[in-house]
């Protein structure tokens, strides 16, 4: 098993949804912030927001056991061993890149 490189991408903010249904002076994500690495396997990397990791772990998971071919048949992602996700929150999603490594996992981690 490998160690999959989880890259935050991007903090968005659905300005008009959280006008309408978040609370006062909500933004973007406080946990997650843009460029931050870690990297992860069947665990969740330490420090890693708990709801995103619920999101995207399967993937995660997936890619550390060695899925090297294209996600849903080719027609998602165009590269093999890569993943775009978000996480589920729907007023401030935190977009990933998932990428798969040469690092081995060790029950250690």
Not at 89 to 109: A, M
């Amino acid at each position: 098993m490998k160690k999959v490189k989880i890259t935050v991408l991007k903090t968005t903010f659905q300005e008009d949804l959280a006008k309408e249904y978040g609370i006062d002076d909500l933004g973007v994500c406080p946990i997650l912030n843009e460029g931050e690495v870690y990297y992860g396997d069947w665990a969740k990397p330490e420090g890693f927001c708990d709801e995103a990791w619920k999101a995207i772990y399967q993937y995660v998971f997936a890619l550390s056991h060695g899925v090297d071919n294209l996600f849903y048949y080719g027609d998602w992602i165009k590269k093999p061993g890569i993943a775009i996700v978000s996480c589920n929150d729907g007023l401030r999603p935190v977009i990933f890149k998932l990428e798969t490594t040469d690092i081995e996992s060790t029950s250690d981690d």
